[in-house]
């Protein structure tokens, strides 16, 4: 914190044996701070001060004017370290006057100035998820997905578990199930697979395969764990050319983009496309049918689940630690309401939350104040670009180019919510001040 004044000292007048120090002190209730003083000493006490070499009465750090000699005005300056006692302080100048052998004649205390805020500082709002459902509980859907390529013999539906990389790919799709199926906070809801083929054979028999492959997954998976019969939900597609188009984009294929305007030429179906891929580029169509051809034949999987509700902010806490993922936005939110704001931990609840819903506008403007609210101006820029078009949105936006110090993007911003949010208006008052 840093004092910065004028002492005038022209109109002062003072007797040749006396001695006034002037102390400037910061007083708030029980604390206070002295800052380093000012002594005036008239002609006699000035000559025994230089002839017996004695210590100014304010110490080693006083500055020391002879009366006849004094400056017309001393620019005074002194920083000290900030503590939090000194908002809400006032500045006294403290004036002790001594007479011979260093005798205090008498104490004064004249307050020179109240503590108050310079420049801006920001009321952050942090906004409350809003709850859209009729009971006021929203469930909590989440969902696993993942891609199995499952070997079928040639032209066949049946499935065979030890077949060449079955055991792997069918223990993929199992540990996901058990990831979820058994936690104690989650229930699942429903399994859906998706089955797909590859364009080299006629599309009927492809449909076949597609179809019958998938049926005969799902009655694998419902074996092992005995579910209801509809609790898997199937569907296919007898022929996979949204993949083999990605595949050929990446591809470095001599032909690339002829071979791309075949497959995304809507005029032929797909049989005709397929014959005319392998007559008009055969040497690049025999790559693609032993390379590419393979993963075009995959079974994609999704396991929907729900996740229980956390109310209580102790658990809440602990399953932030080690589980976030399970949290709505909602949850965090209430951890944080009892946390103390600005803390430490209350930031970190901000930033997991945006973490896990990185998309997610409420969780935005949430970590962007947050980000504010302890200086961190390069995380709450790029939280700010996320956090949508509301009068909240645009306040945060405000905050943000006031504390940028870009004062006339936060009037135009303030002006813009001043009607709806009275801590708008307030800023913008501010920011006018420090302007004028």
């Known amino acids: 914190m840093a004092l910065a004044m004028n002492m005038k000292l022209a109109d002062y007048n003072m007797h040749g044996d006396r001695a006034s120090i002037f102390y400037p002190v910061l007083k708030n209730g029980e604390d206070s701070l002295v800052f380093d003083p000012v002594g005036l000493y008239g002609r006699t006490r000035y000559i025994q001060y230089l002839r017996y070499n004695e210590q100014p009465i304010g110490g080693d750090n006083e500055m020391s004017y002879k009366y006849v000699l004094r400056p017309e005005e001393i620019a005074?300056?002194?920083?000290?370290?900030?503590?939090?006692?000194?908002?809400?302080?006032?500045?006294?100048?403290?004036?002790?006057?001594?007479?011979?052998?260093?005798?205090?004649?008498?104490?004064?205390?004249?307050?020179?100035?109240?503590?108050?805020?310079?420049?801006?500082?920001?009321?952050?709002?942090?906004?409350?998820?809003?709850?859209?459902?009729?009971?006021?509980?929203?469930?909590?859907?989440?969902?696993?997905?993942?891609?199995?390529?499952?070997?079928?013999?040639?032209?066949?539906?049946?499935?065979?578990?030890?077949?060449?990389?079955?055991?792997?790919?069918?223990?993929k799709i199992i540990?996901?199930?058990?990831?979820?199926?058994?936690?104690?906070?989650?229930?699942?809801?429903?399994?859906?697979?998706?089955?797909?083929?590859?364009p080299e054979s006629p599309w009927e028999n492809n449909a076949r395969l597609a179809k019958g492959r998938t049926a005969t997954l799902k009655q694998y998976v419902q074996n092992l764990y005995n579910f209801p019969h509809d609790f898997i939900e199937t569907d296919y597609y007898p022929e996979d050319w949204f993949?083999?188009?990605?595949?050929?984009?990446?591809?470095?294929?001599?032909?690339?983009?002829?071979?791309?305007?075949?497959?995304?030429?809507?005029?032929?179906?797909?049989?005709?496309?397929?014959?005319?891929?392998?007559?008009?580029?055969?040497?690049?169509?025999?790559?693609?049918?032993a390379t590419i051809y393979p993963?075009?034949?995959?079974?994609?999987?999704?396991?929907?689940?729900?996740?229980?509700?956390?109310?209580?902010?102790?658990?809440?806490?602990?399953?932030?630690q080690t589980e976030p993922q399970k949290l709505s936005l909602e949850e965090f939110y209430l951890l944080a309401s009892t946390l103390k704001s600005g803390s430490e931990e209350y930031k970190e609840v901000f930033e997991i939350a945006v973490r896990m819903y990185p998309n997610d506008e409420l969780a935005n403007l949430n970590a962007a104040n947050s980000a504010m609210?302890?200086?961190?101006?390069?995380?709450?820029?790029?939280?700010?670009?996320?956090v949508g078009e509301n009068d909240e949105a645009t306040y945060a936006r405000g905050i943000y180019a006031a504390l940028t110090e870009d004062y006339n993007k936060a009037m135009e911003l303030f002006r813009e919510v001043e009607n709806n949010l009275p801590d708008a208006k307030a800023a913008l008052q501010v920011i006018r001040e420090l302007t004028n």
């Open 76 to 171: 005074y300056v002194q920083a000290v370290p900030y503590s939090e006692w000194m908002n809400g302080a006032t500045l006294y100048m403290r004036r002790n006057d001594y007479g011979c052998c260093s005798t205090l004649l008498d104490e004064k205390y004249e307050p020179l100035a109240a503590w108050r805020e310079v420049g801006y500082t920001p009321v952050y709002h942090f906004v409350a998820p809003v709850i859209g459902t009729e009971n006021g509980v929203k469930e909590k859907v989440r969902e696993l997905s993942g891609r199995a390529y499952i070997d079928f013999p040639v032209n066949m539906t049946d499935l065979y578990p030890n077949y060449r990389n079955n055991p792997t790919e069918l223990a």
């Open 175 to 198: 540990a996901t199930i058990d990831s979820v199926r058994n936690d104690k906070d989650i229930t699942v809801r429903r399994i859906t697979i998706k089955g797909w083929a590859s």
């Open 243 to 289: 993949g083999l188009r990605d595949f050929v984009e990446m591809s470095n294929l001599e032909h690339k983009n002829e071979i791309l305007a075949i497959i995304d030429d809507s005029s032929l179906d797909p049989d005709p496309k397929e014959d005319k891929l392998k007559k008009t580029y055969p040497d690049e169509y025999r790559f693609l049918l």
């Open 295 to 320: 993963a075009l034949r995959h079974s994609d999987y999704t396991i929907e689940y729900i996740v229980r509700q956390f109310t209580d902010p102790s658990e809440i806490r602990k399953v932030m």
């Open 373 to 386: 609210q302890h200086s961190d101006l390069v995380k709450a820029e790029k939280y700010l670009s996320k």
